[in-house]
């Protein structure tokens, strides 16, 4: 039972593996640079990977999971799709709050909560000012 279900394990490992990355780096076998003769404005065929490891660059267009290496490194396509909406909406001559749909929206309902917060503020200043209840509260009756 045990034997089956390490098996299993190590057969849905290998599949995951083989599917999580598209491409073959072509330094493969060549031993990276020290961190001290690498240099990051200039990386060639290596890259800075997680806790500051030098890996080999992946090419253009390689999928590793949702992500897709990209000139400067892996990006998601979905924020990259966004990004580009909103330069384009900018070198359109849009405001930046309304460069794409989705901001223009998100503008308004921010703008929408401001001057309701805005109009409640005023209401209340009112009430102290008044020292009685105003409309819609006037008719209220009190119990005794």
């Known amino acids: 039972m045990l034997g ?46 997680a806790a500051g490891k ?15 290496m990209g000139k400067y490194g892996l990006y998601d396509p979905k924020l990259r799709k966004r990004v580009e909406a909103y330069s384009g909406g900018l070198d359109a001559g849009k405001k930046s709050e309304a460069a794409t749909p989705f901001d223009a929206r998100l503008t308004n309902v921010a703008k929408a909560l401001a001057y309701l917060s805005l109009f409640i503020g005023l209401y209340n200043a009112a009430l102290l000012i008044n020292g009685k209840p105003l409309w819609p509260l006037t008719n209220l009756k009190t119990p005794e």
């Open 54 to 68: 030098i890996l080999p660059r992946l090419p253009e267009g390689t999928r590793v999971g949702k992500l897709v």
């Open 4 to 49: 089956r279900t390490i098996q299993q394990g190590a057969k849905h490992a290998g599949q995951i593996s083989s599917r999580a990355v598209s491409g073959i780096p072509t330094n493969a076998g060549k031993t990276p640079p020290t961190l001290e003769q690498f240099d990051p404005l200039n990386p060639g065929e290596w890259q800075l990977g």
